[in-house]
């Protein structure tokens, strides 16, 4: 007796499937049914397909997921439209990084996650308005406006789009107001079991008379990270940078990594070329590679500026070196672990949501740049070729891949 063939709503056919989540990196077809993944195979059983996708030469991973982007448009001054930087550049998930805060979060959760395409989540900021303001005006991170039990209040609220919160280490915020920001931050994480995403490199300006120095800002910020809690821009150029103006790994920055202290890119305005080729040979390779895109700071939804995205990001550090595999994990497994939401994102393991992202690695002799014009030449680029979004295919429209047309 013949068995009946499966149906699925959505196949992609023939495409390279790295899953580093499954460990499987292979030609492989990918079934989704239902807005879920339904099968990974080289052959899958007898079906029919309500739509049938050749992606033959193209890559095929989980729904990519860019861990800080700034999308609260029109409200957060720097941010962008939540599309544009999320299934329109490639990623299905994003996570708004501290552009909330526990006064506006119930206003980005009504009014931008229900006519978003991509998944939204957010890390508030600790400050109750987050970080608002399209300039970074001191009196936005004072400790006054941080309200511990709102914000605990807020994760037990919304456990669905609330992960993480964040925080400021940089030499201006200590030298105004110390570590009574981190100190509230520490509270609201362990009450709340969410981790502590913290900001490094100089973000406000500094009151000369209480600076703690530049190289001492690494012995202040790490005493309060726990097992889990992320270190913001590794690889920045600020005089208060991690790695700035060093020739090795500070031992101090070893033991935190050591103990389960994870890095995020958080490419923005962070990225400096010269520091990571230095310091990816001594081992600081970052957990987690995320874009930190956003539009140009002092301007409302203006993205003339804006010269960098994730998938050029990743396509930078594929010429400094990384395998297509590592550079994968950074964008769909390790954030998704980072999120707790591995079970549902990050994999095409069955049952997972049905997010794919397929991009093609186009040969050529390409050009990545930092804003600091530091360059590296590369073989290859990934360009975003579709997603899909529980189970619906989308065309990138790719407006801001401007880093990728330049190339």
Same mark, same amino acid.
């Given at each position: ?7 699925? /709503? ?18 492989? /077809? ?26 033959? #030469? ?27 930087? #999320? ?34 989540? %957010? ?40 992960? !993480? ?7 201006? %915020? ?14 609201? %994480? ?10 490094? !490199? ?10 703690? !120095? ?25 005089? /208060? ?5 060093? /020739? ?11 103990? #389960? ?9 962070? @990225? ?105 030449? #590369?073989?290859?680029? @990934? ?20 880093? @990728?047309?330049?190339?």
């Amino acid at each position: 007796m013949t068995s009946e063939p499966e149906i699925y /709503d959505l196949v992609l056919k023939g495409g390279r499937v790295v899953d580093p989540a499954q460990k499987i990196d292979g030609i492989a /077809d990918v079934a989704i049914r239902n807005g879920r993944v339904a099968a990974v195979a080289a052959r899958l059983p007898p079906h029919r397909a309500a739509r049938t996708e050749n992606v033959s #030469g193209s890559v095929v991973v989980p729904g990519v997921i860019d861990m800080h982007v700034h999308n609260f448009q029109w409200v957060t001054g720097h941010a962008l439209n939540a599309d544009q930087l #999320g299934v329109h550049s490639g990623a299905t998930t994003t996570v708004s990084m501290g552009d909330t805060g526990s006064l506006t979060l119930r206003g980005y959760k009504h009014y931008l996650v229900p006519q978003s395409k991509t998944h939204l989540l %957010c890390v508030p900021a600790v400050m109750g308005a987050g970080f608002m303001n399209p300039t970074p005006d001191p009196h936005f991170f004072h400790p006054d406006t941080v309200d511990i039990e709102a914000n605990i209040k807020l994760a037990r609220e919304e456990p669905e789009i609330v992960r !993480g919160f964040k925080a400021h280490g940089d030499e201006g %915020c200590l030298s105004r107001f110390g570590t009574a920001v981190i100190e509230k931050a520490r509270k609201i %994480c362990d009450e709340t079991g969410l981790p502590l995403y913290l900001h490094t !490199g100089l973000l406000v300006s500094i009151v000369e008379a209480t600076r703690p !120095g530049p190289k001492q800002v690494i012995d202040i910020i790490l005493p309060w990270l726990r097992p889990g809690d992320i270190l913001a821009h590794p690889f920045a150029l600020y005089p /208060d940078g991690l790695l700035t103006g060093r /020739d090795e790994v500070p031992p101090q920055l070893r033991a935190a990594l050591d103990r #389960g202290v994870l890095l995020d890119l958080g490419r923005g305005h962070h @990225l400096s070329i010269d520091i990571a080729r230095k310091m990816m040979p001594k081992g600081i390779i970052p957990d987690i590679i995320s874009s930190d895109v956003h539009g140009t700071f002092g301007k409302f939804n203006d993205a003339s500026t804006l010269d960098y995205s994730l998938f050029g990001t990743l396509s930078l550090f594929l010429a400094l070196g990384m395998t297509l595999g590592e550079l994968i994990e950074r964008v769909t497994v390790a954030p998704a672990r980072w999120l707790r939401m591995q079970d549902k994102i990050g994999t095409l393991a069955p049952g997972a949501w049905g997010d794919v992202t397929v991009f093609d690695v186009v040969p050529g002799k390409w050009v990545f740049k930092d804003r600091l014009r530091a360059s590296v030449v #590369g073989k290859e680029k @990934l360009v975003p070729k579709l997603v899909v979004r529980l189970g619906e295919v989308i065309q990138p429209e790719g407006a801001l891949l401007k880093d @990728l047309e330049a190339a």
